[in-house]
């Protein structure tokens, strides 16, 4: 753990510029938490949403900030002249404060303002005028800017999750904020929606549905919920992956018998088969660079994760700690492999160092599956169960920081993190 320093400029060991001298060393998820105080906005008692709450819970689950409590009734606006002596005192390094004013055409103004207490400098002054659905978006990237701000990584805050759920006999693909809320249901279906995988361009979902009596692979693009079939050959139709350049998705079929890897182009054409084994070959995922394919396979007699050139050629085995490993995926910098290990019967998730092949399991739960990475590669969401509910969860690479994002009675289950933009 890094001792807590007289400055932000020390913990990087260099002479920066002020703005910079709020940059955290973040190369060790876990290694530390910056300490910052998110004050009540002045007339946020006005607002239909809790917007420093929010700002404040998005930084925790990051694992990276720890707050600081203002105190109670003690609204801070971006108009304020700290009281540094104060702020320092109470152990804050950091300091945000504002306001939400409602305009005349009932929209909001949201203002804020991001301080450095240690250098006595404002770091960060913005608004944002938004109509009143949009104040939890509006929090989030305010969080996000305060992320990158002090961390120099840009924030996932204001990015979206797409996840199933199942009540009843009802199935539902939902849309939601990166921290569950704001959920909005893009498809409702009598039967099963399973494996929702993002385009890269954020604005399309790809996903195996069984509405027509089998699986087929459709795209959906979830601003106009127009829907197209990619995937509808003879046999099963699953496990939808995009390229990174959106061009191209890799599927499972079984179309010439067996269940066997295969690409084909955004547009339905171009099928080609990569795999060429007697085995079931499925859940590929592409590298960030598109290079190469992590998927899993049997045909060592037990599912275990291999990879593969993305243009087909020979696999080579990537697991080998415990006879069942499956659903991988890649970190966006490539360095990090998420997937699932079943242990005496427990599913629980676990992160392996691609170099060096070194795995660590990072949860201690029992029904771990589907892990997605955040965008930038700090936290990745699964779905499990606890308590005996099922649960969406969040965690940092080192398994130290979970957070819940969604506890509910329905069955909910694939957590697909989408990538930046919105």
Request: hydrophobic share 40%; aromatic share 8%.
């Amino acid at each position: 753990m890094i001792q807590r320093r007289h400055s932000l400029a020390a913990l990087a060991g260099l002479a920066m510029p002020s703005w910079a001298q709020m940059r955290v060393e973040i190369a060790g998820v876990g290694s530390t938490r910056f300490p910052v105080t998110v004050a009540e906005f002045r007339d946020e008692a006005k607002s239909p949403q809790p917007i420093a709450a929010i700002i404040r819970a998005d930084l925790e689950r990051s694992g990276l900030f720890r707050s600081i409590d203002a105190p109670a009734g003690f609204p801070l606006a971006e108009t304020s002249t700290p009281t540094w002596a104060d702020w320092r005192g109470r152990g804050a390094d950091a300091l945000v404060g504002g306001s939400i004013t409602r305009l005349a055409d009932g929209r909001f103004d949201v203002r804020y303002k991001l301080w450095d207490t240690v250098n006595r400098s404002e770091l960060i002054g913005e608004s944002h005028a938004v109509v009143a659905d949009d104040l939890r978006l509006a929090a989030h990237r305010i969080a996000d800017s305060i992320f990158q701000k002090i961390t120099g990584e840009r924030g996932v805050f204001a990015t979206r999750m797409a996840y199933v759920t199942k009540l009843g006999s009802r199935y539902q693909l939902v849309i939601a904020d990166a921290d569950g809320e704001s959920a909005r249901v893009a498809l409702t279906s009598p039967e099963s929606i399973i494996s929702p995988a993002w385009a890269p361009n954020g604005r399309e979902l790809a996903y195996a549905s069984f509405e027509s009596g089998k699986a087929t692979v459709r795209v959906q693009d979830i601003q106009t919920g127009q829907r197209r079939l990619l995937a509808d050959f003879k046999g099963t139709n699953s496990a939808p992956s995009w390229s990174p350049d959106g061009q191209q998705l890799a599927l499972s079929l079984s179309r010439e018998g067996g269940t066997q890897l295969f690409l084909i182009n955004r547009d339905g054409s171009g099928l080609r088969r990569l795999t060429q084994t007697s085995s079931i070959d499925t859940e590929a995922v592409f590298t960030p660079d598109g290079r190469q394919i992590y998927f899993v396979s049997d045909r060592g007699g037990g599912p275990q994760v291999y990879r593969m050139p993305s243009g087909g050629g020979s696999a080579e085995r990537v697991t080998f700690t415990g006879n069942y490993n499956i659903s991988p995926a890649i970190s966006p910098d490539g360095r990090t492999m998420a997937y699932i290990t079943r242990q005496s019967g427990a599913f629980r998730l676990s992160v392996m160092d691609l170099a060096t092949g070194q795995a660590q399991q990072i949860s201690e739960s029992s029904d771990d599956e589907s892990p997605s990475f955040a965008p930038n590669g700090r936290l990745i969401a699964y779905a499990t169960r606890a308590g005996g509910k099922e649960v969406l969860m969040t965690t940092t690479l080192d398994g130290k920081n979970k957070v819940p994002l969604l506890v509910t009675v329905s069955q909910v289950r694939e957590p697909a993190w989408g990538p930046f933009g919105r």
